[in-house]
């Protein structure tokens, strides 16, 4: 029946169903606040016949492959963490999060935690492993740097996540970073690999600072490559 058209007036993620949310190219559609998407029902199914981005520009919908970006952040004001904790869907196994001009209020370290069905995972379920070997050690966290000096220039860093709807196997992570240590005059990269033995599917991640410093400038931006 219909049609309806609904306003958003923020974020979200409309996931795609051949039943109960047809969309264009059966792909999900991330909103961005003043998109329009009108919809109609033939009485056994609701489509979404027609998407219009509020700046104008047209809706691409992605093939198989296809690195997509799906949310972005950046840090205006002071902020203890940084949450996106459901942005990812079924429509995307692999996923890349990328940082850049992350700065902080102290010294501090940046980590990562995943979550599941939005509820941040803070359990000893990540596996910090060596370049080739055995896993080296267990934590509650993915690191992304070691000390940030609060007077340098900051953090880049992309994190690649793999395996992210699988509830029954491991999730792999990599890791790599470039930043300004507690001295000034020094760089530090630093390259990490872990796996997330968690037996849920990954809805997202919160980035946050493990001695409760603020993040006071970046961006980040998640990517998701396109499931065939």
């Known amino acids: 029946r219909g049609p309806r058209t609904v306003i958003f007036d923020g974020v979200l993620v409309l996931t795609h169903h051949a039943t109960n949310n047809n969309l264009p190219g059966g792909a999900n559609i991330t909103t961005a606040p003043g998109d329009r998407a009108q919809y109609e029902?033939?009485?056994?199914?609701?489509?979404?016949?027609?998407?219009?981005?509020?700046?104008?520009?047209?809706?691409?919908?992605?093939?198989?492959?296809?690195?997509?970006?799906?949310?972005?952040?950046?840090?205006?004001?002071?902020?203890?963490?940084?949450?996106?904790?459901?942005?990812?869907?079924?429509?995307?196994?692999?996923?890349?999060?990328?940082?850049?001009?992350?700065?902080?209020?102290?010294?501090d370290v940046v980590a990562l935690r995943l979550a599941n069905v939005g509820v941040v995972d803070a359990g000893a379920n990540y596996f910090q492993g060596?370049?080739?070997?055995?896993?080296?050690?267990?934590?509650?966290?993915?690191?992304?740097?070691?000390?940030?000096?609060?007077?340098?220039?900051?953090?880049?860093?992309?994190?690649?996540?793999?395996?992210?709807?699988?509830?029954?196997?491991?999730?792999?992570?990599?890791?790599?970073?470039?930043?300004?240590?507690?001295?000034?005059?020094?760089?530090?990269?630093?390259?990490y690999q872990y796996g997330y033995f968690a037996a849920s599917a990954v809805s997202g991640f919160r980035l946050f600072l493990s001695r409760g410093s603020n993040f006071t400038a970046g961006t980040i931006r998640i990517y998701g490559h396109k499931n065939s």
């Open 41 to 107: 029902s033939d009485g056994s199914k609701v489509y979404c016949v027609a998407y219009t981005k509020a700046d104008g520009t047209p809706l691409v919908v992605a093939s198989t492959g296809a690195v997509v970006l799906l949310a972005t952040a950046t840090v205006g004001a002071a902020v203890a963490m940084i949450d996106f904790l459901n942005v990812f869907s079924a429509a995307y196994d692999k996923y890349t999060i990328e940082g850049q001009g992350i700065r902080v209020s102290g010294y």
């Open 130 to 191: 060596v370049l080739s070997g055995q896993s080296s050690s267990t934590g509650s966290s993915v690191s992304l740097s070691s000390n940030l000096n609060l007077d340098g220039k900051g953090l880049n860093f992309s994190l690649e996540l793999a395996n992210a709807n699988d509830a029954a196997n491991l999730k792999s992570l990599w890791a790599r970073a470039i930043f300004q240590p507690g001295s000034a005059n020094l760089w530090e990269g630093l390259m």
